[in-house]
């Protein structure tokens, strides 16, 4: 049998589902990022929704979709893996989706749609395709085509549309349609592209791109209002934009005289613009290209678009006609070596992965078609983008279906893949969307860039020859906070200048900010305040003035003026360095004598190792980490120190620093250095014996290698790792030659513990007690219904359940005066009421216990768990119920620095809330020079308490995780609590006026 013969074999079997197909390229990343980070899925769902006019005949619609699910083997194509290499299979039977929606009196559609719309694709199941006729209501009907991006592109929709109207039409006159079959299927492309990659023509566009981007510029430094979370995120909105006709013509006739088309001269506009925004001249952003170069693949539905790297090149001050000409020369380039995949080149090029962001760019840029075939404008203006927003002043796109007439209906935009997308359709002008992440931008900016886009695009259109500084362009606005007299919180009592202007220094050092962009009557979370910024501003005004500032000052006293103005009398002193004895005996702080009973009660647990794994690509110096690991142990006692049992009790001893050796092993790959490191997790710590610390390093390879730091929780917390990291990337830069090593703490986790032993007797020690038993008195254990009945000893096994809070707090916190820590923790105890049946709610709450200035650079374990208690009886809606749990918060945090050991006896709550805001403790600066690190996460198997909820702010969006006791709940029934808590929360803070009878589960 000939090759050829072969590869139609083949070819056939992958056809009738025979023989599973490799995946593309493109399908490839996209399965993975299911696998990796499925919060990102709906990212790559292609919702499509019109409003149907005229009479509908459901069953021919129906019919409509099934023959379009056999024609096209893509829609019967799911999505698995075969011994790791993932595999797609046609199944002859599969179909898409079809159901039918009646709406209930009051529903709105919108939240109908989106709901259906939002919901997950099952790759490995199927089906990847489903349709929804969503009607009753005021309204005609709506229809709703959702796809994965994995199985179909935009291409494809135009001429599913097409082949859609045709059958519908045919199937409604009881007749059958008649259209040639595909000269292709996706199989094919797939095999096509293979043998491509594999021959000369790959090997001449690997080398094309090498050479393009082997000297590839810096990441764009974009105006974002917010740092860039650790994780990409996918929550995005939208903005109109619209460039008149004059314009675009003039444009278009610029385009023509360079001999270039519009869609260049629109690009050259959108480089011109994130020149001027972000003050850079050599940059990459992403444009995509069909990828149908071949004529066979024209009328194939799949995923065949790939995402192509412009490299835009401002230098030189140029005019718009020089620009659109490097431009012209850039994208025709680009455009003749489209085939080779995204992906790939990635690979190739060596890309280190930033789980923070896509690699190579951040930007794209997109020009739609605006008619093709049965899909036509109506209304004025430009046509509607496919994803269903139309453009400010039009209808949007009307598809006819046989005798149906459908308009787009438009969804909300709440998903983008990037930092900025502008996607824009020509028509009557030109128009379109900025799209823009939540997380990184507010709409003001996002409506400066837009608008500036059609500024520099206007002016450049009339004026080609003026070169880019002279063309129109209105400076980013400063964000203004003006005082509010309506508010009765302000405190207008007077206070020295010179002491406000330190509050104002102080907060805009905390707060990333100018100091003159700082008024002394603003509000602390208009401008960004957080809790976690409030623990830093108490801090450093102790530590400036020596005055007794607590957290809840700040919370009381919200202006820079009225702060000022309530500074009370000087601090209580804080610990100080002590005399030290090689193997003195030192008291365990109270927090540390907590785990010192559980490890004794239970020496084997893991429930307190903490295992910290980074992945870190590219030349490291393995003796130089060596040495600054070593220097980061010598620097944090906490890292050498050993704990004895006496006659007096626990102790600690620091010992001395010694040689210190970072075992290094040699693996296969990086899930082998996974698999070891969980291994020497479950290995538990002897803490009498030797350092709560052992670091490990696994070499994949010259250029990759894996850091295991396991410490036990007694000489670690949250607000360590922070510490940590920088500490040995500071020491790291200096072995390497690039610098001064960190300055060691001036105390250390022994001073403290002593410092706290002293300063908890007397007087503050019965206030402090009085207080919180006062607080908890008459407080009742409600306990969670629970699948398998409770052990006689906790066994401290557990499983977590990731899900992401779509929704975005802050306008409810500037109306409320609250945090995203109270938010989160009032939804979570009203859904723990709902579930226990008692409204008197008592929670932990996890405070980082470092109210003095002198913890804060410590490696330790200092955090404190603050009893919450909350009576919700009566409450109305979710604003009244947050009233009370930032009343009951504020004087818990006056009370924090009684640890919660001394209370006596278990704690009185068997759940946990934590918030996480990683924008205070993370820092770009902190990176190894010439590596690429990456945070990996580790599956523990642990849990401390019968539910613990861990919820990360990222600004308009968190993401959260239920850890859950195994002993006691089934993974379904936390997947179902999940769910519950994530609508309970949605649906309290788009609504916190809403009786709470409509909204608790």
């Not at 600690?652 to 620093?657: A, F, G």
Request: glycine residues 8%.
């Amino acid at each position: 049998m000939s090759a050829a013969d072969k590869r139609a074999l083949l070819a056939e079997l992958m056809r009738t589902g025979a023989a599973p197909v490799p995946l593309s390229y493109g399908q490839r990343a996209l399965w993975f990022m299911d696998r990796i980070r499925p919060e990102a899925g709906l990212a790559y769902h292609m919702p499509f929704a019109w409003t149907m006019r005229g009479r509908v005949d459901l069953e021919a619609l129906r019919r409509a979709f099934d023959w379009l699910a056999e024609r096209h083997p893509i829609f019967r194509t799911t999505y698995s893996h075969a011994r790791g290499t993932p595999v797609q299979r046609v199944n002859p039977a599969g179909r898409i989706a079809f159901r039918v929606l009646n709406l209930e009196p009051g529903q709105d559609p919108v939240e109908v749609l989106e709901t259906a719309a939002r919901r997950p694709f099952d790759l490995a199941r199927g089906p990847v395709s489903r349709v929804a006729v969503v009607r009753g209501g005021d309204g005609p009907p709506v229809l709703l085509w959702v796809t994965h991006h994995i199985a179909v592109d935009g291409w494809s929709l135009f001429q599913l549309l097409e082949e859609l109207g045709t059958a519908y039409a045919a199937f409604a006159r009881n007749g059958a349609p008649d259209l040639p079959a595909p000269a292709a299927t996706y199989g094919d492309y797939v095999l096509w592209q293979a043998a491509m990659l594999a021959g000369p023509e790959g090997r001449r566009l690997e080398r094309h791109w090498s050479g393009v981007l082997g000297d590839r510029p810096p990441p764009l430094r974009l105006p974002a209002d917010r740092p860039r979370p650790a994780d990409q995120t996918f929550g995005g909105a939208a903005l109109p934009l619209r460039l008149g006709p004059e314009a675009a013509a003039r444009v278009a006739e610029l385009a023509a005289a360079a001999g270039t088309t519009l869609y260049t001269a629109l690009l050259t506009g959108f480089e011109l613009l994130l020149g001027r925004a972000c003050g850079q001249e050599d940059f990459l952003l992403g444009t995509w290209a069909s990828g149908r170069t071949r004529p066979e693949f024209a009328g194939t539905a799949g995923y065949f678009v790939n995402p192509v790297v412009v490299r835009a090149g401002l230098s030189g001050d140029p005019t718009f006609a020089e620009a659109l000409g490097r431009a012209r020369r850039v994208v025709l380039d680009a455009l003749d070596h489209q085939d080779y995949p995204f992906p790939l080149l990635v690979e190739r090029l060596g890309v280190p992965r930033d789980p923070s962001r896509s690699p190579l760019f951040d930007v794209a840029f997109t020009l739609r078609a605006s008619q093709r075939g049965a899909i036509e404008r109506s209304g004025s203006g430009g046509a509607a983008s496919p994803l269903g927003a139309a453009a400010p002043g039009e209808r949007g796109m009307l598809v006819r279906l046989g005798d149906l007439e459908l308009t787009t209906f438009p969804l909300p935009q709440r998903t983008i893949r990037f930092d900025l997308e502008m996607e824009l359709i020509a028509g009557d002008g030109v128009s379109g969307l900025l799209r823009y992440n939540t997380a990184l931008f507010d709409e003001a900016t996002a409506a400066w860039l837009a608008d500036g886009y059609v500024r520099l695009l206007t002016d450049a259109a009339a004026h080609p020859g003026r070169p880019l500084s002279a063309l129109d362009w209105a400076e980013r606005p400063r964000p203004a906070a003006p005082p509010d007299a309506s508010r009765a919180r302000r405190d207008h009592r007077e206070a020295p200048d010179e002491l406000v202007d330190v509050v104002i220094g102080i907060w805009a050092r905390v707060l990333d900010l100018d100091p003159g962009e700082i008024g002394p009557d603003d509000d602390f979370f208009e401008r960004g305040g957080h809790s976690l910024a409030a623990v830093q501003v108490s801090i450093e005004l102790q530590e400036r003035l020596g005055a007794e500032v607590s957290i809840s000052d700040i919370f009381h006293d919200l202006t820079p003026a009225a702060l000022a103005a309530r500074l009370g009398g000087p601090a209580l002193p804080g610990p100080r360095p002590l005399p030290r004895e090689p193997g003195a005996d030192f008291p365990l702080s109270y927090a540390q004598e907590s785990l010192w009973v559980l490890h004794q009660l239970a020496p084997e647990s893991l429930a307190y190792n903490a295992p910290h794994v980074f992945r870190l690509r590219g030349p490291l110096d393995v003796a130089a980490l060596e040495r600054a690991l070593g220097r980061v142990v010598a620097g944090h006692e906490a890292l050498r120190t050993v704990y004895a049992a006496t006659r007096r009790g626990p102790v600690q001893r620091v010992l001395e620093p010694g040689a210190f050796r970072l075992p290094v092993a040699d693996v296969a790959d990086a899930a082998e250095a996974m698999e070891r490191a969980l291994a020497e997790y479950r290995t538990p710590f002897d803490l009498a014996a030797g350092p709560p610390v052992r670091p490990v390093l696994y070499r994949v390879g010259p250029a990759e290698h894996v850091l295991l730091f396991l410490v036990h929780h007694i000489a670690f917390d949250g607000w360590s790792a922070a510490v940590f990291w920088r500490d040995l990337c500071g020491h790291y830069l200096a072995e390497t030659g690039g610098g001064a090593p960190p300055a060691p703490p001036a105390v250390q986790c022994v001073d403290h513990a002593v410092w706290e032993r002293a300063a908890l007797t007397g007087e503050r020690l019965d206030r402090l007690t009085g207080y919180w038993r006062e607080r908890l008195a008459g407080a009742a254990r409600a306990p969670l219904p629970t699948d398998l009945p409770r052990p006689r000893r906790p066994r401290f096994e557990g499983a977590q359940h990731a899900f992401d809070l779509d929704v975005d707090v802050r306008e409810l916190c500037r109306a409320a005066d609250a945090t995203p820590h109270m938010v989160h923790l009032a939804a979570f105890q009203l859904w723990l009421a709902g579930r226990t049946g008692s409204a008197d709610v008592v929670t932990g709450s996890v405070v980082s216990g470092r109210s003095r200035a002198e913890t804060t650079g410590l490696i330790g374990h200092f955090v404190n768990v603050l009893a919450v208690r909350t009576d919700l009886t009566g409450a109305r809606t979710f604003a009244e119920a947050l009233a009370r749990v930032r009343r009951g918060l504020l004087a818990d945090y006056e009370h924090q620095e009684l640890p919660l050991p001394l209370l006596g006896g278990r704690p009185p709550f068997d759940a946990l809330f934590t918030l996480h805001d990683t924008r205070l403790l993370e820092s770009a600066a902190d990176a190894l020079p010439g590596v690429a690190a990456e945070r990996l996460a580790v599956p523990l198997g642990t849990a401390q308490f019968d539910l613990a909820l861990e919820v990360t702010d990222l600004g308009g969006r968190a993401r959260a995780v239920l850890e859950y006791d195994t002993a006691l709940f089934l993974p379904g029934t936390a997947a179902a609590m999940a769910e519950e808590l994530r609508r309970l929360t949605t649906a309290l803070v788009t609504d916190p006026d809403r009786p709470l009878t409509e909204v608790t589960p």
